[in-house]
């Protein structure tokens, strides 16, 4: 089955600096790839995603970038602020109805003022 | 739309009684449900996968005596705890998805078995 690593595990920036957190898969079947964000004792939120036929995509102050052919795709948060702390998932799945997700194991990210 | 209601939010309940957690898609067909555990600070472990009107299909270490999945409906799924104990509190999350919709959590049910 897939497999995602996610690292760093945590992670502290400066007000306006940017952050950035890895994540690498092993299913080359994998074509769908989202990140989320959860607040402590809520929901995961989708923030972002990207499917396997495009190579960057950008709302705003977040990006997330995939390289197919070495398997990893990245989440690029710029000009961060107190309200972007949370902890952030990245996960792989194939991209059809039913198939389940593949989360990583989170990156605690916490933007100092 | 796509929005997945779950209930409820948090519960205690007393070691070795069974606990009932439902997950609902409100506006629209759920042809798949899934159910996690997160522990704190960590990340979502799936635990099993149910199919609206099949039996779940269970994760590797999963007790499906445990942790029994009900998938009647295409806009209900429920998780029951049966003989809670303490190690089994967590916080429980279900997603849902369905044709032509998108991958979508509910609000989590935190357990605490006292």
């Known amino acids: 089955g897939e497999n995602v690593e996610q690292h760093p595990s945590t992670l502290s920036v400066q007000e306006g600096d940017s952050a950035v957190i890895k994540c690498t898969y092993s299913?080359?079947?994998?074509?769908?790839f989202p990140w989320y964000k959860q607040e402590l004792g809520k929901r995961p939120q989708l923030i972002i995603d990207?499917?396997?036929?495009?190579g960057e995509k950008k709302d705003q102050r977040i990006a997330v970038t995939l390289n197919k052919t070495a398997k990893h795709f990245s989440l690029h948060i710029t000009e961060t602020q107190p309200e972007d702390s949370a902890v952030y998932f990245c996960?792989?799945?194939?991209?059809?109805?039913?198939?389940?997700?593949?989360f990583g194991t989170g990156t605690s990210l916490t933007v100092i003022p | 739309g796509a929005v997945v209601s779950q209930h409820p939010s948090w519960v205690i309940c007393k070691s070795g009684t069974s606990v009932k957690i439902e997950c609902r898609s409100l506006?629209?067909?759920?042809?798949?449900m899934f159910w996690y555990r997160q522990f704190p600070k960590q990340s979502l472990m799936l635990m099993a996968t149910?199919?609206?009107?099949?039996?779940?299909?269970?994760e590797q270490g999963v007790e499906k005596d445990k942790f029994l999945i009900n998938h009647a409906s295409l806009t209900l799924s429920t998780l029951t705890v049966t003989s809670a104990h303490p190690e089994d509190s967590s916080f429980y999350i279900c997603?849902?998805?369905?044709?032509?919709?998108?991958?979508?959590f509910g609000s989590g049910t935190r357990l605490t078995v006292v």
């Open positions: 299913d080359s079947a994998s074509n769908y």
């Open positions: 506006d629209f067909q759920a042809t798949t």
């Open positions: 990207i499917r396997s036929n495009v």
């Open positions: 996960a792989a799945s194939m991209r059809n109805t039913g198939n389940q997700f593949y």
């Open positions: 149910s199919n609206e009107g099949s039996k779940a299909t269970y």
């Open positions: 997603s849902a998805t369905g044709t032509g919709y998108g991958y979508t």
